[in-house]
Every structure is written in structure tokens, then in C-alpha cells.
């Protein structure tokens, strides 16, 4: 299985500033078939199921802000959030779609400072 | 409009099953790939596994920590997807969805607690 690491579990924030979470998957998830990255990003708000946020790692879902932003490739991977917001405030999670079993991330939680 | 539906869940002792169903509607369900999630309180989720679409022979894949414990299946005449569960332990405590990732269909989930 492929093992999502993320850092940092919490991070308290803000509103305006600049935050970034990290994932690091234990083997690529980089297909040399098409050079894509099959990693995708989360966000899941208090009693809400997840929202998908970005997908092949830097493509962000139908009507997600532009605030949000997807990059890295291979291993590590980044999810910045530029001027967070109040309704930012929630739970992130990466997650590969490269192979099965398909994996999560432990997780970061944005919090208010 | 799309919505997935969980019913099924609650309380079950050790040991016992338990069947979960996600009732799907507004989209053709047999074209579409149908997964189950789950996620203990306060915890990442879990993938369970995945049943494919009938241009893929419905087969499925699992993840190991429930391989042979859990089953999924799907009654395509009445667009339901199933969880059947197993020998079920307290660690399966958890919110359990239904979803379908590609296009981030997400039913609302549905606890199951494992106690004696």
C-alpha cells in the first residue's frame, strides 16, 4: 500500500495569511504513461463528508477558488491556500488515486489563531 | 441532482454484521465506478473499497485491512450499493459513506458502533 504522510497535523492561522500543507507519498505517484500525478486534495468541514478541492495534483475541482493551489509531483506534494478565509477553517486531507488500496493523508487541521 | 443515501448503521455487538445500503439517484448508476469510505471519529478517512462499472464487469477491489470481512455488491435494477460487514470489532466504529470519486458524489454517511 502506499503510505500518505502529511505535515503539519495543525496549523493555526490568520485570516489574510498564507498557509501551506505537505504530503509525501511513499512511492510516485507519477505515471510515466502520461506524466500526470494522481494525488488529490480534500477539504471536510465539521459533521460534512470531504470535498474534493484538487485532483492530478494541480487541478483545481469545478468551482473551487482560484486561492487554492495544487503542486509538486512524484513524492511530495504541496496544497497552498493564499489570504485564507474564515470558511477555510476546516480539515485537509491528501489522498492518491494512483493505485488500490487508494490512501489518505492523517490530515491537517486549519485552525484560528 | 445527484444525491447517495446511507441507511443501515447503529449499534451491533462484537463479532455480529451488519448490512449498509446507499440508495442512488440522478446520475445512470451502472456507468459509474461506486465506492465505500469510512472514517472514525475525529480520524482520516479510510478507503474500503471500490466496485467497478458494468463496462467493467462490476468487479471489485478491496483494501486489505477488510479483505474478506467486508463485501460490496450493487443491485443495478434499483441503482442501491451495499456494504455487507462481518465479524465486526470495535475498531470498525466509524462513519461509513458511499461515493462515487470520480465526480466527488458523496452521500451524507451513516455510523456504525461496534459494543458490547
Known amino acids: 500500500d502506499i503510505v500518505m504522510t502529511q505535515s503539519p497535523s495543525s496549523l493555526a492561522v490568520s485570516a489574510g495569511e498564507t498557509v501551506t500543507i505537505n504530503c509525501k507519498s511513499s512511492q510516485s505517484l507519477l505515471s510515466s504513461g502520461n506524466q500526470k500525478n494522481y494525488l488529490a486534495w480534500y477539504q471536510q468541514k465539521p459533521g460534512q463528508s470531504p470535498k474534493l478541492l484538487i485532483y492530478l495534483a494541480s487541478t483545481r475541482e469545478s468551482g473551487v477558488p482560484d486561492r487554492f493551489i495544487g503542486s509538486g509531483s512524484g513524492t511530495d506534494f504541496t496544497l497552498t491556500i493564499s489570504s485564507v478565509q474564515a470558511e477555510d477553517l476546516a480539515d485537509y486531507y491528501c489522498?492518491?488515486?494512483?493505485?488500490?488500496?487508494?490512501?489518505f493523508g492523517g490530515g491537517t487541521k486549519l485552525e484560528l489563531k | 441532482e445527484v444525491k447517495l443515501l446511507e441507511s443501515g448503521g447503529g449499534l451491533v455487538q462484537p463479532g455480529g454484521s451488519l448490512r449498509l445500503s446507499c440508495a442512488a439517484s440522478?446520475?445512470?448508476?451502472?456507468?459509474?465506478?461506486m465506492s465505500w469510505i469510512r472514517q472514525p471519529p475525529g480520524k482520516a478517512p479510510e478507503w474500503l473499497g471500490v466496485i467497478r462499472n458494468k463496462a467493467n464487469g462490476y468487479t471489485t477491489e478491496y483494501n486489505p485491512s477488510v479483505k474478506g470481512r467486508f463485501t460490496i455488491s450493487r443491485d443495478n435494477t434499483q441503482n442501491i450499493l451495499y456494504l455487507q460487514m462481518n465479524t465486526l470489532r470495535a475498531e470498525d466504529t466509524a462513519i461509513y459513506y458511499c461515493?462515487?470519486?470520480?465526480?466527488?458524489?458523496w452521500g451524507q454517511g451513516v455510523m456504525v458502533t461496534v459494543s458490547s
Open positions: 489522498q492518491q488515486h494512483y493505485s488500490y488500496p487508494r490512501t
Open positions: 461515493a462515487e470519486l470520480g465526480f466527488d458524489y
Open positions: 440522478g446520475f445512470t448508476f451502472t456507468d459509474f465506478y
